[in-house]
């Protein structure tokens, strides 16, 4: 059932973290989350207000059904008809069962595209090693699979349009509200998840690292805007979790806000830059807790759109997907990158093995010992 021009892959899987669909899942999707780190369920409903206050739904799961039906489109007006299958970590659909039931159908070799851009324990190794675990667990079925992932993409071309698109279109919304802009009085904060200094350090030892990523991509979009960007621009972090005795990237971006309010600064655009889609750390980190902070000094406040399903972000991932087929045939193949680290190919020097370890040392699938896997 293998496709020409996706070989030697059978089928896409969009891999994600999932969410719960109704209240009754908020507890045990939680539980899910943070099994074997011992955190009692009374703290874990208390987390579980932010679901419950949308109802007890993540906005996740439709998003990427929209992402997969969106892929499935680009898919076909470029004649790929590899299935395009979804699959999470923490809540149905499950990638072992996706997989499971695919394998049933003849189904062999995955290749998976991850909801994380960049580079970090949380945001790729761990991801791959879902796939190792999941590979294992099959096996010990009886079930022989193989799954491959697309290079991390928060400098491909189609990322990195979609995203200065937003900022424009953010400008825009943000002269309409507060008149002309005003460099003294108004600030572009880019925002992402912020995650723990260890992890970061840990990603910076092949990569450009979480953090720089971030940044590079940053200074991509100010290169691209020219002369429509007179604002002073910044990273801040959201969505800050854990022990408090454990150092996490800042500033928070309500703290950077009551500071730049004390500066004399009297609006803000906020850019998801660390995000996909428009899931719980954006709508409640940032539509709710950032914008009542804005409210509560009397700031102005854009909020930009994540690329979601924009055009140019859809149509770079399939660019993506059929990059790692060409790879894995052993294709001589272009990895465009609009940022110096260049393309983070799976295997290479840049995301070995050895790359973003965490504490716990999982192992990973033996395809990132080389680029050719």
Same mark, same amino acid.
């Given at each position: 059932?293998?496709?020409? #021009?996706?070989? =030697? *892959?059978? $089928?896409? +899987? %969009?891999?994600?973290?999932?969410?719960?669909?109704?209240?009754?899942?908020?507890?045990?999707?939680?539980?899910?989350?943070?099994?074997?780190?011992?955190?009692?369920?009374?703290?874990?409903?208390?987390?579980?207000?932010?679901?419950?206050?949308?109802?007890?739904?993540?906005?996740?799961?439709?998003?990427?059904?929209?992402l997969r039906?969106?892929?499935?489109?680009?898919?076909?007006?470029?004649?790929?008809?590899?299935?395009?299958?979804?699959?999470?970590? #923490?809540?149905? =659909? *499950?990638? $072992?069962? +996706? %997989?499971?039931?695919?394998?049933?159908?003849?189904?062999r070799t995955f290749l998976a595209i991850d909801t994380s851009a960049y580079s970090s324990y949380?945001?790729?190794?761990?991801?791959?090693?879902?796939?190792?675990?999941?590979?294992?667990?099959?096996?010990?079925e009886g079930i022989e699979v193989e799954i491959d992932k697309i290079r991390q993409y928060y400098n491909h071309p189609g990322f990195a349009q979609a995203e200065l698109d937003a900022v424009r279109a953010a400008l825009t919304d943000f002269r309409g509200q507060a008149g002309e802009i005003d460099p003294a009085k108004h600030r572009l904060l880019y925002v992402t998840h912020s995650i723990p200094n260890a992890m970061q350090s840990a990603a910076e030892v092949r990569t450009a690292g979480y953090q720089g990523q971030h940044q590079q991509l940053i200074d991509w979009i100010a290169g691209q805007?020219?002369?429509?960007?007179?604002?002073?621009?910044?990273?801040v972090y959201c969505s800050r979790s854990g022990p408090p005795h454990v150092p996490w990237l800042e500033p928070d971006v309500n703290d950077r806000m009551e500071e730049l309010k004390a500066d004399g600064v009297e609006g803000v655009i906020l850019v998801p830059i660390g995000f996909v889609s428009d899931h719980m750390e954006v709508k409640f980190d940032l539509d709710t807790e950032a914008k009542e902070t804005a409210d509560e000094l009397g700031m102005a406040f854009t909020r930009a759109a994540t690329v979601g399903t924009h055009e140019a972000f859809v149509s770079g991932l399939v660019d993506l997907v059929e990059e790692r087929a060409a790879q894995r045939r052993g294709e001589d193949v272009e990895s465009p990158a609009v940022t110096p680290e260049g393309p983070l190919v799976p295997g290479?020097?840049?995301?070995?093995?050895?790359?973003?370890?965490?504490?716990?040392?999982?192992?990973?699938?033996?395809?990132?010992?080389?680029?050719?896997?």
């Open positions: 059932m293998t496709t020409s #021009n996706l070989k =030697p *892959f059978d $089928a896409v +899987v %969009l891999m994600s973290f999932g969410g719960p669909e109704r209240p009754e899942d908020v507890l045990p999707f939680l539980q899910n989350v943070t099994r074997g780190r011992g955190i009692p369920d009374e703290r874990l409903n208390e987390v579980g207000e932010h679901y419950y206050s949308f109802g007890g739904r993540s906005p996740i799961n439709d998003q990427n059904r929209a039906s969106a892929l499935e489109e680009a898919f076909a007006a470029r004649g790929i008809d590899a299935p395009v299958l979804w699959g999470n970590r #923490n809540w149905d =659909p *499950f990638l $072992a069962d +996706v %997989l499971r039931e695919q394998a049933e159908e003849g189904a949380s945001s790729c190794r761990q991801y791959r090693e879902d796939f190792a675990g999941v590979t294992a667990q099959l096996a010990e805007l020219g002369d429509e960007l007179t604002l002073d621009s910044e990273l290479s020097g840049a995301c070995s093995i050895e790359c973003c370890r965490g504490t716990r040392d999982k192992p990973v699938l033996p395809q990132w010992e080389s680029a050719a896997g």
